[in-house]
């Protein structure tokens, strides 16, 4: 385990109906709120007209801002800070999933940034780029969907519709002031999109596991249990989709995935979502499914490049799947891991090759140097144990054709 500063301010309401309480949890940050959600709000309609009655009964006045796509754009977040400036707005609602978060906290810290927006933004990793923001106005969550633990981190994640970059801003001011997690709004997800999003989480833990200290046991337990946890509960909520126990255990593991908990002393670096941004950036292609892309191919590419990536997949296999290793090599267990998650994603029904996601595979080129462009250090290799260049690049996403 390494050094390692831990801060986390978020104030968490957690529990069946707290979403019917928010102006409890938002009463002393102000008279004027923007309300950010998606451009279609057809499954939120009800919950926001809730939520809009509860601001109004309770004297704060109500702005909406319902423009937010899957993979959010700069462009909408740029709209939403001119109306919270013309408007004079003291605090922002984000009620949606990780890219509605996301938008909110981007907004919020844009709304008092002094320089070009883009500018708070890492685009790529062989030279820091980005001037972070010091300061946001206060930021609300309310999660519907269990995936990013964009609800608990200082994290934002946003496409440059312009130069098509999928970009984030990482900075201590987009903590959420207060987040709202009411496990009851998730019972009518369709299963496809809490499969994804079960993924997504999945992916978080994953990417710490094989990618950060490797000497840290009391982390590997933890995120293996979480990944248990998350494989368990995803298949009882296929099963009773409307069990809400079962949607509050998925919620919780979902928000404790990425909050930085679970990841203290790991100095972990995440290259599936580095890969899976351009993805997303370049295809619209939704996170949790460019993730599940990576775990197939990311997985099977690396579990066998050396001794040491074979007993850590072979010791993630034992401790997640139960997987048996006498009479075998690390070898065949770690082929034998990474297969189990692919089996996983096939039963729960989420896509996980390029095809399957209608990437074409004739720009798989393409993909390497976006990748290498925005993905890769100063050297062209992309963040992974071990570093991995433009040719192993390129052979995962031969992969996952």
């Known amino acids: 385990m390494q050094n390692f500063e831990l801060y986390n301010p978020v104030r968490v309401a957690f529990g069946i109906g707290e979403s019917k309480n928010i102006v409890k949890h938002v009463k002393k940050l102000g008279k004027k709120a923007l309300i950010v959600s998606y451009d279609d709000i057809t499954f939120l309609e009800s919950l926001l007209s809730d939520i809009e009655t509860q601001l109004t009964n309770g004297g704060i006045d109500v702005i909406k801002f319902y423009r937010v796509k ?65 300061e946001s106005l206060p930021t609300v969550m309310i999660p519907t969907l269990p995936a990013t633990s964009s609800e608990m981190n200082c994290i934002a994640v946003a496409t440059n519709e312009v130069t098509q970059e999928k970009a984030y801003i990482v900075a201590p001011t987009l903590y959420p002031t207060v987040s709202i997690i009411d496990p009851s709004l ?58 809400v126990e079962h949607r509050a255990t998925m919620q919780w593991a979902a928000s404790l995935a990425w909050n930085g908990y679970l990841q203290s002393g790991l100095n972990a670096t995440t290259p599936m979502h580095q890969m899976g941004h351009v993805l997303s950036a370049l295809y619209n292609t939704p996170h949790g499914v460019t993730l599940a892309i990576f775990i197939d191919s990311y ?103």
């Open 186 to 243: 998730t019972c009518t997800l369709p299963i496809y999109q809490t499969a994804v999003g079960a993924v997504d989480a999945m992916s978080h833990v994953l990417e710490a596991y094989l990618n950060g200290d490797q000497n840290s046991p009391l982390q590997d337990r933890l995120h293996e249990g979480l990944i248990v946890t998350i494989i368990d509960e995803l298949r009882e909520i296929i099963k009773d989709p409307l069990n």
């Open 299 to 401: 997985f099977r590419y690396t579990c066998t490049l050396n001794e040491e990536r074979e007993a850590r997949f072979a010791l993630l296999g034992e401790k997640v799947f139960g997987l048996s290793r006498d009479g075998k090599t690390n070898h065949q267990v770690a082929e034998e891991t990474a297969m189990c998650f692919i089996k996983f994603m096939d039963e729960v029904g989420v896509p996980h090759t390029l095809s399957a996601a209608n990437i074409p595979v004739s720009d798989i080129e393409k993909i390497a140097d976006e990748i290498v462009a925005h993905g890769c250090d100063s050297e062209g290799m992309l963040p992974s144990i071990p570093k991995i260049g433009r040719e192993g690049i390129v052979n995962i996403l031969k992969m996952a054709k």
């Open 70 to 134: 899957a993979n959010p754009l700069l462009c909408h977040i740029k709209e939403a800070t001119e109306i919270c400036k013309k408007e004079g707005v003291d605090f922002c609602i984000g009620v949606g999933g990780g890219s509605v978060m996301d938008s909110t906290k981007a907004i919020a810290a844009g709304t008092l940034y002094k320089n070009d927006l883009w500018n708070m933004f890492v685009s790529r990793h062989d030279g820091f780029v980005s001037i972070p923001p010091e």
